[in-house]
């Protein structure tokens, strides 16, 4: 059964910071790995996805990169702004029917 | 904005009450999902729905059960809740199930007196 786990749970960094936010998953046959963003009472949006075939994925100040085979993924995020504030939430798909797989999500804020 | 809709956005009920969230989708898709959001616990799948045919539901208890009358909308019919029922309820629709990107609506705060 896929696990996905994130590290830290919440994070805390002055603006203008450059942070990494990590995802773990168990089960390296997965078919693609998204990042999203939730805001507090809100539903989530989805910042990046890769599919299993690639090893980055980038847009505007957000990179996420893949490791299949280590089952792990990292989205850094550049020059960081207090609207960046937010939960990020990982979660893999495997193949076919398969539901998301989410971990718990890492809260970021950053302080002005 | 989403293009997923969800009402209402916050819902307060008793456990003998029964109530119905509300999801709209317009993005012609065919597929709609029902997750579960608990405080500390990751998003939990609990149906999901192509082309208005159940195709998973995830040991969700009986007290929870869901309508798609068209591929446009869904619903989640809720009677004798508990108090861990507790939770944000999202919603969401991709354009097939599998392997498409999953599109959120703003989700229902509900809380179990």
């Known amino acids: 059964k896929q696990e996905v786990t994130q590290i830290p749970a919440a994070l805390s960094v002055p603006e203008g910071e450059n942070l990494v936010l990590n995802c773990s998953f168990t089960?390296?046959?997965?078919?693609?790995l998204q990042w999203f963003r939730q805001d507090p009472g809100k539903g989530l949006t989805s910042l990046l996805l890769i599919q299993s075939s690639q090893r980055e994925q980038t847009s505007g100040r957000l990179n996420a990169s893949l490791d299949k085979s280590s089952g792990r993924s990292t989205l850094y995020i550049a020059a960081s702004q207090p609207g960046d504030s937010a939960t990020y939430l990982c979660a893999v798909k495997g193949s076919g029917n398969t539901p998301l797989v989410f971990g718990k999500g890492t809260r970021l804020s950053v302080i002005a | 904005e989403t293009g997923v809709t969800q009402t209402p956005r916050h819902l307060v009920m008793g456990m003998t009450n029964k109530k119905s969230l509300k999801c709209e989708q317009h993005l012609g898709h065919n597929a709609m999902y029902w997750y579960k959001q608990s405080a500390k616990k990751p998003l939990e799948l609990m149906f999901v729905y192509n082309f208005k045919e159940q195709t998973e539901n995830n040991s969700v208890p009986s007290r929870f059960s869901p309508e798609c009358p068209n591929s446009s909308h869904l619903f989640l019919h809720l009677h004798t809740l508990q108090p861990e029922d507790s939770a944000l309820y999202l919603c969401?629709?991709?354009?097939?199930?599998?392997?498409?990107?999953?599109?959120f609506g703003p989700g229902t705060r509900l809380t179990v007196l």
């Open positions: 969401a629709s991709s354009q097939w199930t599998g392997l498409d990107t999953q599109y």
């Open positions: 089960d390296s046959a997965i078919y693609n």
